[in-house]
């Protein structure tokens, strides 16, 4: 009997290290080609932050091509330090969409996956617990569009020039409302600058994907061309964007998406990601 006890211990000893691992995160693969949008908040002297920036580098290693991931530096966490430690990884309109259009944020780290407030959510931005579930459900939806996009850079002024063509998916057949708009990001990869992490401060972090501006009309998208609530085929063309002195133009990317621009609904529909030269 002594004997039996103790191997029931040890059952139960077994199952409760088992049920304390994390399970990895998967997602099911779908056959579309929709392609979804994390838009991670994020700062330099969040210490957990890392983590959401490992588990997103993780799903897009598993599905490659088919999550874009935007990092976002703005509210509490952001701020670059007194001491000149911090590279300044924040801008303007990360700020206006962290504050005003997507958040405020109020824990780290969170992400709004394709700007869509899921069942059983009250805001945007989600836990990272969740992000692979969410994720799962959006990749698996068809685009109401598709979307191609060419970049040219010219070094001698440092000068950019990008074009996205968008045309209605064969997919898609229901009416659109006529506040459906296009933003356009330029991030930039590999930016090396302080960052506080669960091991302690690391002067040599790699930043990922960092939004360094939307250069869009408007932080909020502008509104495209709708007839008879079906979207005509169009073509947004930004000529001569500047890129600012101390980016890489070499690790700089051109991120375009297609959303809705309500007060209720700002879901993202589908997006595109293309190497800036």
């Known amino acids: 009997m002594e004997n039996i ?24 693969p779908c056959q579309t080609n929709r392609v979804v949008l994390v838009e991670e908040f994020t700062g330099v002297s969040c210490v957990n932050c890392p983590t959401g920036a490992d588990k997103l580098e993780l799903l897009s290693t598993q599905n490659p091509g088919k999550i874009i991931s935007v990092g976002i530096h ?27 259009y997507l958040g405020p944020v109020s824990g780290y780290p969170s992400a709004t996956i394709n700007r869509k407030i899921f069942d059983g959510e009250n805001e945007l931005p989600t836990n990272l617990t969740k992000w692979a579930g969410y994720i799962n459900t959006e990749i698996c939806n068809r685009p109401i569009a598709e979307l191609s996009a060419t970049s040219t850079y010219n070094s001698q002024d440092s000068t950019a020039s990008v074009t996205v063509n968008m045309t209605p998916s064969t997919y898609f057949i229901d009416a659109l409302p006529e506040n459906l708009a296009l933003t356009i990001m330029i991030t930039e990869n590999n930016i090396i600058g302080y960052q506080l992490t669960p091991s302690g401060p690391d002067s040599n972090y790699v930043h990922k994907h960092v939004l360094r501006d939307i250069i ?33 133009p070499d690790n700089c990317y051109i991120i375009a998406f297609i959303h809705y621009k309500g007060d209720n609904n700002k879901s993202i529909q589908q997006a595109i990601e293309i190497h800036l030269k």
């Not at 049920?19 to 997602?27: A, K, L, Q």
């Open 5 to 28: 006890k103790k191997i029931i211990g040890l059952v139960i000893i077994i199952i409760s290290l088992v049920s304390c691992e994390e399970i990895p995160p998967t997602i099911t």
């Open 74 to 100: 703005a509210g509490y966490f952001s701020t670059p330090s007194s001491t000149n430690l911090y590279h300044e990884l924040r801008c303007a309109d990360g700020i206006n969409l962290e504050a005003t």
């Open 216 to 248: 869009t009309t408007d932080y909020t998208g502008d509104v495209l061309i709708t007839k008879g609530n079906v979207l005509s085929p169009q073509q947004k063309t930004i000529s001569d964007y500047k890129i600012p002195a101390g980016w890489d």
